[in-house]
């Protein structure tokens, strides 16, 4: 079955980066994208952007495509997303997401997420 | 930039029928899907392509999309149900979009 693990919660201080992984197992990595999605408490979801774990294109939110950077490590299954210049604004959970294989335009599957906390 | 707005909570009783709009300017344009989140857990998704069930949820949850609303209908809502829902809007020229989230209370 499809699961995606995610790394463990992190403390960072304003302005330092904070890199978050997520190991996907179950299915073929190279033959599916992923995307990352927040969440900041009491709010709504918030898309920042995906990978093509194939040929490691990405596209970014407009929001935050000055700050985050999407990679992959095919060897590992694994996609990491790290966010810059972090504000107290970007404490969240974050989530890595599978689209469909058949079907664009929708998430299958979510990691269990990782709480980011940003504070002086 | 694109929005979708939810009301804020729904009520409903065991049993009844719960209907949570989403409205966007032309979203029948565009697939609607909705996630249930509840606390403490990570979204899963209830309805795909304004209208289809992914495999392992209840028949009980269905879709529409239609002008500038998207609709998710729960009928004979269980106290399991109980859970914040969100749309999302997709297609090629709009990027993943989230609605602003309805809090379901089965009272």
């Known amino acids: 079955q499809v699961r995606l693990v995610q790394s463990g919660a992190e403390v960072k201080k304003p302005g330092a980066s904070v890199k978050v992984s997520c190991k996907a197992s179950g299915y073929t990595f190279t033959n599916s994208a992923m995307h990352w999605v927040r969440q900041a408490p009491g709010q709504r979801l918030e898309w920042l952007g995906w990978?093509?774990?194939?040929?490691?294109?990405?596209e970014y939110s407009q929001k935050f495509q000055d700050r985050v950077i999407i990679t992959r490590d095919t060897s590992a299954s694994t996609a990491y997303m790290e966010l810059s210049s972090l504000r107290s604004e970007d404490t969240a959970v974050y989530y890595c997401?599978?689209?469909?294989?058949?079907?664009?335009?929708?998430?299958?599957?979510w990691g269990q997420g990782t709480l980011v906390t940003v504070s002086s | 930039s694109y929005e979708l707005t939810q009301p804020p909570s729904v009520s409903v009783s065991p049993g009844q029928t719960a209907s949570i709009t989403c409205s966007g300017d032309?979203?029948?344009?565009?697939?609607a899907c909705w996630y249930q989140q509840k606390p403490g857990q990570s979204p899963v998704l209830v309805i795909y392509q304004d209208n289809k069930r992914p495999s392992g949820i209840p028949e009980r949850f269905s879709g529409s999309n239609s002008g500038n609303t998207a609709t998710l209908t729960i009928s004979g809502t269980q106290a399991m149900d109980e859970a914040d829902y969100y749309c999302q809007a997709w297609d090629s020229s709009t990027p993943y979009v989230f609605g602003t989230g309805t809090k379901v209370t089965v009272l």
């Open positions: 032309n979203l029948g344009n565009k697939y």
């Open positions: 990978i093509n774990a194939g040929n490691g294109n990405t």
């Open positions: 997401a599978r689209p469909s294989l058949a079907v664009a335009g929708h998430f299958e599957y």
